[in-house]
């Protein structure tokens, strides 16, 4: 279609789109319709030196009209009280109507105030409505299209009051009649519209308010959040410059215009011109500042423009630049502005939206009007100031403007960050006074008991306390059924200071748990009149290997540098040949103490020890390596890094090394010599030591790999870094480079597919590319949170993989003004597809992919770099196929792959 040439309207969207675009076309006939027909009387009967103090009478009924809004929307939902808000407005038009009659000033005075009320209450209502119609990634790509109907509405509307006046001879008073017939109309459109609303079922979240004011609910909620302040601020100092402005055009024109139809035309000639000028900026202007500066750049657009109009005027007085700065005010409020003012509100919630929105629209709309009503009254009536010298407060207060508008940018991006990575923690502590009578006795008691799971949670407890006081109980554990209960107690034991137990704890010696045997050791040495070293050289020359391990172990453990050193190499050599399991823990503690031995010995026996049977004895030997950081262990580390009991350890181990040795584990990765899993894992190792070589080398590694696993966890690597938060550089056009492969190959994968879903025998294949599309999608995030915030851009991704569609909507927001130009022409349209076909033409576009058949995108899937995929393909192959698809089965079937090798294999059979 092609209204589609210009707005995104996607299926599903048109009837409510329609409707809408109507509802506000309409309205905004009826406020043309009534405004000129308004200034005119008004300013005929009554003059423009009265028009400050109805500005200030607007300001006064605009509270009322305000609170009572507020609570019909807080207590019903948005389509009834937008409904029979205009049914209310017709009772109004017929009783104005009929006051006419009267010809008193009040009456026109009302109908002023009235008109003005209507055009701000009515046109929010609506706005809210739309803003529960539409989530915020539909609100962004169609807000502009129901504003284009505004602006052909305002058209509409002015230029006919001017035509029925001037042309039909029609009365200005009759205006009314043409507005209360629009009116039943738009009721009827309305009436359509009814459960169409995504809340309108739900329960409102009442607020029990006799008035706004009373409660202040509102109010907190407005000057509790720096954002909402700002849009406060911006909403009202732009209704205080477009009341002044306002207040100018109209004083200038009253003296060029004396008579009544007259003005009336002039004045519909001037709000048609200013709606053509809206249609125009809306077509040719809007939707590109909203797409290239966002929405910071919009809301800036208008308080810039009035700021040159406003100069001139100070120089130049005249009705043509008077119409010149009332006109671009008028023509972008209601286009570029009110649409950006709109999305302003996206980052709320609808809640808030709905506990705010009228508030700022009304009240503080109105509000400010009558502070303008309140300035113009001080300075025309009493300092008797012309129009030229008003021109300069009104060029201050648009300065204010520029700046509340540039503040609001910065504010929108954070709201949506603040919104996308929100996250809540509880943080409970626990104390237990130990030294409590009370306390003592109760845990006497269960340590005394027969429940074990008390017994090690109640040992637990008194991990550092002293147990002096349950001596007694803890020396009956160390005969408990439970090894590690008798662990535990000899442990706490161990604190009291006593030499009562020493043969209780010998006789643990004999235990099979070697942890017992070195802890019971460690109680002698404390506890024994003989010297430590003493009695460690009688465990360390026994005949009983099991009793030399343990104290082994206690030297490892608890032994100083010169106990260390007692430890021998027959000593070492007499545990590391006992492979039986028994040994293990001996053979782990032998590890682990070799790294404060003199270094010939580590070198001899660690590199035996790394590769023994016993995962525990491994990585104590890995963690000894890692703490001696000498050359010869890296490629003994390197090749543990696929040892899934001990990799982690080897991770730690090799990232302990100095940032000299970067370049040399780049060397080994690029070597081919280790395994798949290895140089997956290298790259993570790299990310550990965390230096700007870590950085640039793994940037290197990243450019020449085409292996989307290795790719990966190279990419996760530098994550790694970025999300330390350190002040390392990442070479930025190097990432964009990256990227840019990255988000090339998934519009490949997205293009290929399109075609193979239209494929016979291809629904595994199909399968196994959208798999891979959403491992691409990780890595292009990833990679994009190494030049952002890491946090803004893994926020967007939670919020783009939710199924909450408003949670879509935020983080697509966000991405949408923190990213580039360069990035968001290539990413947006994957994020926000409206369809295939626009995909595949991005496809073509940006990276020039295409496919001239369909068996293009399967033979590219077939000879790209992924053995899976290749399978999948051949798998899907058949007899309807091409010759050139059974060809690359009888290719595959000479495959160095297993999978790929058997699966075409298969295939061929099948084919046969």
Same mark, same amino acid.
């Given at each position: 279609?092609?209204?589609?040439?210009?707005?995104?309207?996607?299926?599903?969207?048109?009837?409510?789109?329609?409707?809408?675009?109507?509802?506000?076309?309409?309205?905004?006939?009826?406020?043309?319709?009534?405004?000129?027909?308004?200034?005119?009387?008004?300013?005929?009967?009554?003059?423009?030196?009265?028009?400050?103090?109805?500005?200030?009478?607007?300001?006064?009924?605009?509270?009322?009209?305000?609170?009572?809004?507020?609570?019909?929307?807080?207590?019903?939902?948005?389509?009834?009280?937008?409904?029979?808000?205009?049914?209310?407005?017709?009772?109004?038009?017929? @009783? &104005?109507?009929?006051?006419?009659?009267?010809?008193?000033?009040?009456? %026109?005075? !009302?109908?002023? $105030?009235?008109?003005? #009320? *209507?055009?701000?209450?009515?046109?929010?209502?609506?706005?809210?409505?739309?803003?529960?119609?539409?989530?915020?990634?539909?609100?962004?790509?169609?807000?502009?299209?129901?504003?284009?109907?505004?602006?052909?509405?305002?058209?509409?509307?002015?230029?006919?009051?001017?035509?029925?006046?001037?042309?039909?001879?029609?009365?200005?008073?009759?205006?009314?009649?043409?507005?209360?017939?629009?009116?039943?109309?738009?009721?009827?459109?309305?009436?359509?519209?009814?459960?169409?609303?995504?809340?309108?079922?739900?329960?409102?979240?009442?607020?029990?308010?006799?008035?706004?004011?009373?409660?202040?609910?509102?109010?907190?909620?407005?000057?509790?959040?720096?954002?909402?302040?700002?849009?406060?601020? @911006? &909403?009202?100092?732009?209704?205080?410059?477009?009341?002044?402005?306002? %207040?100018? !055009?109209?004083? $200038?024109?009253?003296? #060029? *215009?004396?008579?009544?139809?007259?003005?009336?035309?002039?004045?519909?000639?001037?709000?048609?011109?200013?709606?053509?000028?809206?249609?125009?900026?809306?077509?040719?202007?809007?939707?590109?500042?909203?797409?290239?500066?966002?929405?910071?750049?919009?809301?800036?657009?208008?308080?810039?423009?009035?700021?040159?109009?406003?100069?001139?005027?100070?120089?130049?007085?005249?009705?043509?630049?008077?119409?010149?700065?009332?006109?671009?005010?008028?023509?972008?409020?209601?286009?570029?502005?009110?649409?950006?003012?709109?999305?302003?509100?996206?980052?709320?919630?609808?809640?808030?939206?709905?506990?705010?929105?009228?508030?700022?629209?009304?009240?503080?709309?109105?509000?400010?009007?009558?502070?303008?009503?309140?300035?113009?009254?001080?300075?025309?009536?009493?300092?008797?100031?012309?129009?030229?010298?008003?021109?300069?407060?009104?060029?201050?207060?648009?300065?204010?403007?520029?700046?509340?508008?540039?503040?609001?940018?910065?504010?929108?991006?954070?709201?949506?960050?603040?919104?996308?990575?929100?996250?809540?923690?509880?943080?409970?502590?626990?104390?237990?006074?130990?030294?409590?009578?009370?306390?003592?006795?109760?845990?006497?008691?269960?340590?005394?008991?027969?429940?074990?799971?008390?017994?090690?949670?109640?040992?637990?407890?008194?991990?550092?306390?002293?147990?002096?006081?349950?001596?007694?109980?803890?020396?009956?554990?160390?005969?408990?059924?439970?090894?590690?209960?008798?662990?535990?107690?000899?442990?706490?034991?161990?604190?009291?200071?006593?030499?009562?137990?020493?043969?209780?704890?010998?006789?643990?010696?004999?235990?099979?748990?070697?942890?017992?045997?070195?802890?019971?050791?460690?109680?002698?040495?404390?506890?024994?009149?003989?010297?430590?070293?003493?009695?460690?050289?009688?465990?360390?020359?026994?005949?009983?290997?099991?009793?030399?391990?343990?104290?082994?172990?206690?030297?490892?453990?608890?032994?100083?540098?010169?106990?260390?050193?007692?430890?021998?190499?027959?000593?070492?050599?007499?545990?590391?040949?006992?492979?039986?399991?028994?040994?293990?823990?001996?053979?782990?503690?032998?590890?682990?103490?070799?790294?404060?031995?003199?270094?010939?010995?580590?070198?001899?026996?660690?590199?035996?020890?790394?590769?023994?049977?016993?995962?525990?004895?491994?990585?104590?030997?890995?963690?000894?390596?890692?703490?001696?950081?000498?050359?010869?262990?890296?490629?003994?580390?390197?090749?543990?890094?696929?040892?899934?009991?001990?990799?982690?350890?080897?991770?730690?181990?090799?990232?302990?090394?100095?940032?000299?040795?970067?370049?040399?584990?780049?060397?080994?990765?690029?070597?081919?010599?280790?395994?798949?899993?290895?140089?997956?894992?290298?790259?993570?190792?790299?990310?550990?030591?965390?230096?700007?070589?870590?950085?640039?080398?793994?940037?290197?590694?990243?450019?020449?790999?085409?292996?989307?696993?290795?790719?990966?966890?190279?990419?996760?690597?530098?994550?790694?870094?970025?999300?330390?938060?350190?002040?390392?550089?990442?070479?930025?056009?190097?990432?964009?480079?990256?990227?840019?492969?990255?988000?090339?190959?998934?519009?490949?994968?997205?293009?290929?597919?399109?075609?193979?879903?239209?494929?016979?025998?291809?629904?595994?294949?199909?399968?196994?590319?959208?798999?891979?599309?959403?491992?691409?999608?990780?890595?292009?995030?990833?990679?994009?949170?190494?030049?952002?915030?890491?946090?803004?851009?893994?926020?967007?991704?939670?919020?783009?993989?939710?199924?909450?569609?408003?949670?879509?909507?935020?983080?697509?927001?966000?991405?949408?003004?923190?990213?580039?130009?360069?990035?968001?022409?290539?990413?947006?349209?994957?994020?926000?597809?409206?369809?295939?076909?626009?995909?595949?033409?991005?496809?073509?576009?940006?990276?020039?992919?295409?496919?001239?058949?369909?068996?293009?995108?399967?033979?590219?899937?077939?000879?790209?770099?992924?053995?899976?995929?290749?399978?999948?393909?051949?798998?899907?192959?058949?007899?309807?196929?091409?010759?050139?698809?059974?060809?690359?089965?009888?290719?595959?079937?000479?495959?160095?792959?297993?999978?790929?090798?058997?699966?075409?294999?298969?295939?061929?059979?099948?084919?046969?």
């Amino acid at each position: 279609m092609l209204i589609n040439k210009f707005y995104d309207v996607r299926e599903g969207e048109w009837l409510v789109t329609t409707a809408m675009f109507s509802v506000n076309f309409l309205l905004m006939v009826v406020l043309y319709l009534l405004k000129p027909a308004r200034d005119s009387l008004f300013l005929i009967e009554l003059g423009a030196e009265q028009l400050p103090l109805v500005f200030i009478l607007i300001a006064v009924f605009s509270i009322p009209a305000t609170q009572l809004v507020s609570k019909l929307v807080q207590s019903y939902n948005n389509y009834k009280v937008f409904f029979w808000t205009n049914v209310f407005v017709i009772l109004n038009l017929v @009783i &104005i109507r009929s006051l006419f009659i009267i010809d008193q000033g009040w009456v %026109y005075t !009302l109908f002023y $105030i009235w008109v003005s #009320v *209507y055009s701000i209450l009515i046109i929010s209502q609506f706005w809210v409505f739309a803003n529960e119609l539409y989530s915020t990634s539909q609100s962004k790509r169609l807000f502009s299209l129901l504003n284009l109907g505004a602006i052909l509405g305002a058209i509409a509307g002015s230029q006919f009051s001017s035509f029925a006046v001037s042309v039909l001879e029609i009365e200005t008073e009759n205006l009314v009649y043409l507005c209360i017939g629009t009116i039943t109309v738009i009721l009827g459109i309305v009436y359509s519209l009814k459960g169409k609303s995504k809340f309108e079922s739900g329960e409102k979240d009442k607020i029990t308010i006799s008035g706004l004011f009373k409660n202040k609910k509102v109010i907190k909620s407005i000057t509790g959040s720096k954002y909402q302040l700002v849009i406060a601020g @911006i &909403i009202g100092v732009a209704m205080l410059v477009s009341t002044l402005v306002d %207040y100018q !055009l109209k004083a $200038i024109a009253e003296i #060029v *215009y004396p008579e009544t139809a007259a003005l009336t035309s002039f004045m519909g000639t001037f709000y048609a011109g200013l709606s053509i000028a809206s249609l125009l900026i809306q077509i040719l202007f809007s939707g590109r500042i909203l797409r290239r500066i966002g929405v910071g750049g919009a809301v800036l657009t208008r308080p810039l423009g009035m700021f040159v109009g406003s100069l001139l005027l100070m120089f130049e007085p005249v009705l043509a630049v008077a119409v010149f700065l009332g006109g671009f005010d008028g023509a972008t409020q209601y286009s570029i502005d009110k649409t950006s003012r709109e999305i302003l509100f996206l980052p709320l919630s609808q809640k808030m939206k709905e506990r705010v929105k009228f508030f700022l629209d009304v009240f503080v709309d109105r509000f400010f009007r009558g502070i303008a009503g309140l300035i113009l009254l001080l300075l025309v009536f009493w300092f008797d100031i012309t129009v030229q010298q008003l021109a300069w407060l009104v060029t201050a207060f648009i300065g204010l403007w520029i700046y509340l508008s540039w503040l609001a940018k910065k504010l929108y991006v954070e709201q949506f960050r603040e919104s996308l990575n929100r996250r809540y923690f509880e943080i409970d502590s626990v104390g237990v006074d130990m030294n409590e009578t009370k306390t003592v006795d109760m845990v006497c008691n269960i340590l005394s008991g027969d429940d074990p799971r008390k017994i090690h949670y109640m040992l637990k407890l008194l991990e550092g306390h002293d147990a002096t006081p349950y001596q007694s109980e803890l020396k009956e554990l160390l005969r408990h059924s439970s090894s590690e209960i008798r662990l535990q107690g000899l442990r706490l034991l161990k604190s009291v200071s006593t030499k009562d137990y020493i043969e209780d704890v010998e006789k643990l010696l004999e235990e099979k748990d070697t942890e017992i045997r070195l802890e019971s050791i460690h109680y002698i040495c404390q506890h024994a009149d003989e010297d430590p070293e003493k009695i460690l050289m009688r465990y360390l020359q026994s005949d009983d290997k099991k009793s030399t391990a343990a104290a082994v172990g206690c030297v490892s453990k608890y032994g100083t540098e010169m106990q260390k050193q007692m430890i021998s190499g027959e000593m070492i050599k007499s545990i590391i040949n006992k492979k039986d399991k028994d040994m293990n823990l001996a053979r782990a503690q032998v590890a682990q103490v070799l790294q404060y031995l003199p270094e010939e010995k580590a070198s001899k026996y660690l590199p035996v020890l790394i590769n023994d049977p016993s995962p525990a004895v491994r990585r104590e030997a890995v963690k000894s390596m890692g703490e001696l950081k000498h050359p010869s262990f890296i490629p003994l580390l390197i090749n543990r890094l696929d040892d899934e009991k001990v990799s982690y350890a080897a991770r730690n181990a090799l990232s302990g090394y100095p940032e000299e040795t970067i370049e040399l584990f780049k060397t080994y990765y690029s070597s081919g010599d280790f395994s798949d899993e290895v140089c997956r894992q290298l790259p993570l190792v790299i990310a550990d030591m965390n230096h700007q070589a870590s950085v640039d080398r793994l940037l290197e590694v990243l450019q020449n790999e085409s292996d989307e696993k290795k790719r990966r966890h190279i990419i996760k690597g530098l994550n790694k870094i970025r999300s330390r938060g350190s002040d390392l550089n990442f070479d930025s056009e190097n990432v964009k480079s990256e990227l840019k492969r990255e988000l090339k190959y998934y519009y490949r994968l997205s293009v290929t597919s399109q075609i193979i879903n239209r494929q016979k025998n291809m629904e595994l294949l199909y399968t196994a590319v959208r798999e891979k599309k959403e491992r691409i999608f990780e890595n292009i995030f990833r990679q994009m949170g190494l030049i952002y915030n890491h946090k803004d851009i893994y926020g967007a991704y939670l919020g783009l993989q939710s199924t909450n569609e408003e949670n879509r909507s935020k983080a697509l927001e966000l991405l949408d003004n923190i990213l580039d130009m360069e990035l968001h022409k290539c990413l947006i349209p994957i994020l926000d597809p409206s369809s295939e076909m626009q995909t595949a033409q991005k496809a073509k576009e940006l990276f020039g992919i295409t496919f001239n058949h369909p068996e293009d995108a399967i033979v590219g899937i077939i000879e790209d770099n992924d053995s899976w995929l290749e399978a999948c393909a051949i798998y899907g192959i058949n007899n309807e196929s091409s010759d050139a698809l059974k060809e690359k089965v009888t290719e595959s079937a000479l495959s160095r792959n297993a999978i790929v090798k058997e699966t075409a294999k298969l295939t061929l059979k099948r084919l046969n």
